[in-house]
């Protein structure tokens, strides 16, 4: 090996030691600085740790729950309030505050103590199990009222007295606001109201339908702890709800109710529904049936089943019982009307000329359609004889209106009954709706426009039914159906409103005129069959209504009364339905009409209706429809109690 490469080795090694001493040195000092930070920051956190503290959270941000807003109101017609949401407290404790200095401890659980009753031994073992926790909600102690909150904010203010040692240095305790939804009357407009879920969404009635307009939106609070580990917070409010003003009147409401409670505690039904409309906007003065529920606590079934009951049902089966329950029978559910859809018939025969005022029909007590023979309710009598168009309403005749069907053909039949709203929802604001069944040309023969004249084999819910008797006693104005009449903000300012709810004409002024009349006189006359819904001092027009159920057997009717009040310029409508009274003899349209006479008696005054001291007496009397139906067992004619008849199958409803 050459010198030169020796010496470049040594020179290498020599460079190697140098390096590692360099290295060796700057790991020293590192160390040395290192176990000098450790010892300051031991030597700080022992000494001042506790002001450190509190300057780290003074520094640090501290963001609480969303402030939630507040439900809009739901008020009736007069500003009453059906639904309303209040305010309340929860509780909340912050552990980490309450921990952060010793002296903390003791005037907070005494504060919690004196005020709630919450015990210091479980005010610690919360400090022990979340030491760490900034938010720690009292589950027993949510939904407080003021009046409790404001007790304590007072012992607040007594810890900031230096002459008050007792409650010096409460910290950690503070109020979360929500909201609650309260019904102040309770089942009252059950139906129509609806109530909230859990996540404060509507689930029924105005609460769901307008679930978007009643919801308003969150807002937060941002703060932070000053030196002094006072929380400072800044806040960005929350936006309120649109209150909505429906168009129920609660003491027509209330009564109506009451009059449902009565006639089911005497008589009791299936199902009994009652809608009270104004006829010139579609505006719903009230709508119920039974049984209501409480808004307040709509889950609950025992007032309806026993606990052993309840306790066999499984979830399912609960769940079945309270949809049935929160069911709205007058939207949701169709039926075949009966003899209350005849006006809008002779009503589309006037219009479209096929029949005029006047006009006589021989009823020889029924029709031979196609391949049966189908009775009047006169038939055992040898029919009505010769018989008006007013006489056809008043006495119920079949015969007449099965005539007026086939002059008008299923083409124009149909088209009425479309122009009518039957066969489509009506669009009321209220979820749930059926659009009940109607035939079309391809599926109505000659049998089915017959029954469908007189009100069978075609089915219809409450609603259409009252929408379309409005449309031919206010004039030929059809009007949507509606149950909100406005929605404003909190401050009053009307945000939307349905004032105009006109959707189209469907018959001459001249043609309701008539209608009007004949209906007083259905009501008025001695003879005629909805007598017993005239009220002393009124001037009531209506229909009855008998119609079997097909589906149920023999001797289930479903019986109902339809009317308006005054004679000459309806402002009110109302409609009745009874599905199966319970009593043996069900045919009699007189519990509905009845119902009905006693419903409008004590409710037209609250709707600015008062009884003259004399009423429109008819002239017309007609002794022919005093008429006397047998019984008769023969196997083609089936007698309905006091109602009519069913032929071949097919209902004849008086």
Known sequence: MSRKAVDTRKKVRVAKKFMFARLLCVFGIVLIVSICLVVRIAYLNETKGNTYEKKVLAQQSYVSNVIKYKRGDITDRNGNKLATSVKVYNLILDPQIILSDEKFLEPTMKALKDVFGI???????????????????????????????????????????????SYKYIKGVWFEEEYIRNYPYSTVACDVIGFCASDESGACGIEMQYNSSLSGSYGRKYGYYDSGLNLVQKVKPAVNGNTVVSTIDVNVQGILEQH?????????????????????????????????????????????????TLKKMSDKEKHEKLNALWRNYCVSDSYEPGSTLKPMVVAAALDEGVSYDGELFNCDGGQQVADRYIRCVANASGGHGMTSLCQSLKWSCNDVLMKLGERLGKTSFLSYMKEFGYGSKTGIDLPGEASGAVFDESTMGPVQLATSSFGQSQTATMVQMAAAFCAVINGGNYYQPHIVKEISTESGAVVSSNDDMLVRRVITEDTSKLIREYLYKTVADEDGTASPARVKGYEIGGKTGTAQKQLAGKGKNLVSFIGFTPEDDPEVMIYVVVDEPHVEDQGHSTYATEFASGVMKDILPFLGNYPSNSSKKSKTKNKASKVKLPSTKDGRLIEMPNGGYVVGGYDVAQ
Do not use: Q, W
């Not at 720690?136 to 009222?145: A, G, P, R």
């Open 260 to 308: 449902i409670d009565s006639f089911e505690s005497r008589i009791g039904s299936e199902h009994i529904g009652c809608i009270i409309m104004n006829p010139n906007n579609g505006e719903i003065y009230a709508m119920a049936s039974y049984p209501t529920f409480d808004l307040n606590n709509p889950s609950d079934l025992s007032a309806f089943y026993s606990k052993s």
């Open 119 to 165: 015990s210091n031994k479980k005010v610690k073992k919360i400090l022990e199990d979340r030491p760490t926790s900034h938010y720690y909600v009292m589950e027993d102690y949510k939904s407080l009222s003021y009046n409790k909150v404001a007790e304590f904010e007072k012992l607040l203010e007594k810890s900031d007295k230096k002459d008050d040692d």
